[in-house]
């Protein structure tokens, strides 16, 4: 009798050759994987009494019905089944800070309601009215500074430190410190020499340049201040004292308002605080002028409407002058500076704005400066 020893290989060429795969025995410790595997179902809890009766019972086609749902189980997070009604989260209770707000963030698991946490302000410490001064009669002394149009708030920061603040003949050198509205306030000489150091720049802004800081790849004004730009005619230049520019005249310098992307014309850049709260403060009354190129009709209804009667946003715009400059500009002069408001008004009444141009701020006015110089702002001159 002759025994032929058959190796894996040769096993494998004979199944290609018949087109059929090999036939491999199952393990008969591992389950079947075609077939689903049995639900694990827990046993409900009963008492004796009804485990005697459930064992008395044959099995129904409720058994049935429950490993079908079992089976549906999905990742929910409160484990319920698909077709169970969803459960009511528990109302949040205060913990010992008072607070009813859930835990990070307010997720539907921490059983928290929304809008629930702030329907009590009153005994809820998070939202309790913002605090009113201790007394309203005596402000900080910074602020009264301000106010006074002594310095700005941060000058009078820096001159209570150094010692320069006196209130009713008393050194100040504390911040913070409150001050009755009727306190006699002095500043030493060396205040008024540091304020006489700071300077207020003048530049005829040509488009392109942004009156703040650099945004969407353009440029801020405050780069073309250099001597290279300063106006050759400048009076301070040809001054018996003339003031040479230097690095620290950068130190600080901030645009007193603003002037758009695609607008010139005059804009102020300061040191002091005081032009600047002058220029821009929310109680600031300086006139702006401007000349705007305009593309359009323009009825006498409109024309009224833009001096007075235009509301943007929501919010009824001061009146305005506005008149005929020529058969194509309008003369446009404002007491306030909302964002692209000109434009905005233009638009309102059915003009397109070809160009802008600011002329004047207050009683100083553009005057020959050539478009992208600057120069200083004199002594005598006033906003």
């Known amino acids: 009798m002759t025994t032929i020893k058959l190796s894996k290989k040769s096993a494998d060429q004979a199944a290609a050759k018949t087109g ?39 099995p129904s086609s409720n058994t049935e019905q429950v490993s079908s749902k079992a089976s ?16 009511q989260p528990a109302r949040p209770t205060l ?9 990070r963030g307010g997720k539907m698991r921490d059983g928290f309601e929304v809008g629930d946490f702030n329907n009590d302000r009153a005994s809820n410490p998070m939202f309790t009215p913002k605090p009113m001064p201790s007394n309203p009669d005596h402000p900080r002394l910074s602020k009264r500074m301000a106010e006074l149009g002594l310095c700005s708030r941060r000058e009078a920061d820096e001159w209570i430190v150094n010692g320069w603040v006196k ?32 300077v207020t720049i003048l530049l005829h802004k040509p488009i392109g340049y942004v009156s703040g800081q650099a945004e969407d790849g353009y440029q801020p004004a ?79 209804n409109n024309l009224d409407l833009l001096n007075h009667g235009l509301s943007l946003d929501g919010v009824k715009l001061k009146p305005a002058k506005v008149s005929w400059q020529n058969e194509h500009q309008l003369r446009f002069v404002l007491r306030e500076g909302r964002k692209r408001q000109i434009r905005r008004m233009c638009e309102l009444v059915g003009l397109k704005v070809l160009g802008l141009k600011r002329i004047r701020i207050g009683s100083v006015t553009l005057g020959k400066l050539p478009i992208g110089e600057w120069r200083y702002l004199r002594p005598e001159e006033r906003f």
């Open 222 to 300: 405050i780069v073309l201040i250099h001597p290279d730009n300063q106006w050759q005619d400048d009076p301070l230049l040809h001054h018996a004292q003339p003031r040479e520019f230097q690095r620290g005249f950068l130190k600080g310098l901030a645009p007193a308002g603003r002037l758009d992307i695609d607008s010139t014309g005059l804009l102020v850049l300061t040191q002091d605080g005081r032009v600047a709260r002058h220029l821009i403060g929310e109680d600031s009354t300086v006139e702006k002028e401007y000349l705007v190129r305009v593309e359009g009709d323009l009825s006498y």
């Open 95 to 103: 913990d010992d800070t008072g607070r009813d707000t859930p835990r």
């Open 167 to 198: 209130v009713n003949g008393k050194v100040m050198s504390e911040l913070g410190t409150r001050v009755s509205k009727t306190a006699e306030i002095t500043v030493s000489k060396e205040a008024e020499q540091h304020q006489s150091e700071v």
């Open 72 to 87: 549906q189980r999905n990742h929910r997070y409160d484990g319920r089944l698909r077709d169970e009604a969803p459960r």
């Open 20 to 58: 059929k795969a090999p036939v491999r025995r199952a393990d008969p410790s591992k389950r079947d994987r075609t077939v689903a595997p049995k639900p694990f179902l827990k046993p409900p809890e009963t008492s004796t009494n009804e485990q005697s009766e459930e064992t008395n019972r044959t």
